[in-house]
T-cell receptor, first 115, second 113 residues
Framework: NAGVTQTPKFRILKIGQSMTLQCTQDMNHNYMYWYRQDPGMGLKLIYY???????DKGEVPNGYNVSRSTTEDFPLRLELAAPSQTSVYFC??????????????FGPGTRLTVL | QKEVEQNSGPLSVPEGAIASLNCTYS??????FFWYRQYSGKSPELIMS????GDKEDGRFTAQLNKASQYVSLLIRDSQPSDSATYLC?????????????FGKGTKLSVKP
């Protein structure tokens, strides 16, 4: 199992550009999450999904969009990139069901700079 | 606002000593508690989870939970330079989706040879 994979690893965007951060998991987890991590600020939840076709906002959703068409994939879309979106983005997944314990497993991250 | 508080550190301990990392949380209904290790430039890695009051041991790591005091800690015995990392405490958020976690900002641990 590859676990949670993310692409790209690094990206530089110009203000106003758009891009999609890709996330795929092969653990058959039903829940998936997107976080951003700024220096000294901890992990902030952007969006999450409890299954294919179901998404919901987290703590900091403004400027982002998500979709979940399959169990495996959970892409994060940035529209009209702004310098405030410079951050490291982590995708995570977990299995939620009978006996599940909310353990989340993280991908390697995407380091995004908006200039 | 639900919060998870950690001392940001850095916490510096000599090699072979016990490192003690602490975390307090504000939501009394939280049921699951986690410690993640994050090396510089890497993603968080789950190292311990605890769900009941008391101690849980896994190798050199011991997690301790006291729900009455809303306190969870991580002890690292025989600390090694390879343990130098930022340790994130996370607790479940039952205000939103059952699966969501609230993370502390992390404690940076430095183990000196």
């Amino acid at each position: 199992n590859a676990g949670v994979t993310q692409t790209p690893k690094f990206r530089i965007l110009k203000i106003g550009q758009s891009m999609t951060l890709q996330c795929t998991q092969d653990m058959n987890h039903n829940y998936m999450y997107w976080y951003r991590q700024d220096p000294g600020m901890g992990l902030k939840l952007i969006y999450y999904s409890v299954g294919a076709g179901i998404t919901d906002k987290g703590e900091v959703p403004n400027g982002y969009n998500v979709s979940r068409s399959t169990t495996e994939d959970f892409p994060l879309r940035l529209e009209l990139a702004a310098p405030s979106q410079t951050s490291v983005y982590f995708c995570a997944s977990s299995y939620q069901g009978q006996g599940a314990r909310n353990e989340q497993f993280f991908g390697p991250g995407t380091r995004l700079t908006v200039l | 606002q639900k919060e998870v508080e950690q001392n940001s550190g850095p916490l510096s301990v000599p090699e072979g000593a016990i490192a003690s990392l602490n975390c307090t949380y504000s939501d009394r209904v939280s049921q699951s508690f986690f410690w993640y290790r994050q090396y510089s430039g890497k993603s968080p890695e789950l190292i311990m989870s605890i769900y009941s009051n008391g101690d849980k041991e896994d190798g050199r790591f011991t997690a301790q939970l006291n729900k009455a005091s809303q306190y969870v800690s991580l002890l690292i015995r025989d600390s090694q330079p390879s343990d130098s990392a930022t340790y994130l405490c996370a607790v479940t958020d039952y205000g939103g989706s059952q699966g969501n976690l609230i993370f502390g900002k992390g404690t940076k641990l430095s183990v000196k040879p």
